[in-house]
């Protein structure tokens, strides 16, 4: 049985509708949004069964039942996937082991002379 396809435009993934937070695009998530053209349902917002795979390079999200063509991303999303993104680049920026250490070591004291003890009469 071919599945139904429609589009999806203000587009974001979770991974439940408890938790408000976004997740990356990637099987196992949920896709939610504005349903438009879907044969069975009217338009409006939806939350999708669990992803089974995305097709990034063409914008198609498959589940269970429906293909979706992703439509324009919803605002906040495509912030948070920037700054997942940036927060990877900082995390992996390669970092030095030595940090060379401008002091110089010391290799000796230096002489001292002698003191002569002082007495009170």
Known sequence: MEK?????ENWAIVDNLIFHGFRELEPGQRLTGYLMGHADLPNGVIYTSVIQSVDAANGLVETGNTVYRLGQVNEEYQQWVADQRQARVVREA???TFIPDPRKPVTAYPSVPPMHAWRHS
């Open 94 to 96: 390669p970092v030095s």
């Open 4 to 8: 139904l396809s429609a589009r999806i």
